[in-house]
């Protein structure tokens, strides 16, 4: 099963504006996005 979860506060400031999203296959973590630059929609 793939999922993601979204991680939207933390005191590193990669954590700033909108959080750090960790991507799962199964029970493993594969990987990770900062939104730190990510456009508001």
């Known amino acids: 099963m793939d999922f993601a979860i979204l991680f939207s506060e933390g005191n ?17 973590i594969v990987g990770f996005n900062d939104l730190m630059e990510a456009e508001d929609v």
């Open 12 to 28: 590193l400031d990669m954590f700033k504006p909108y959080g750090v999203l960790v991507n799962c296959l199964d029970e493993d």
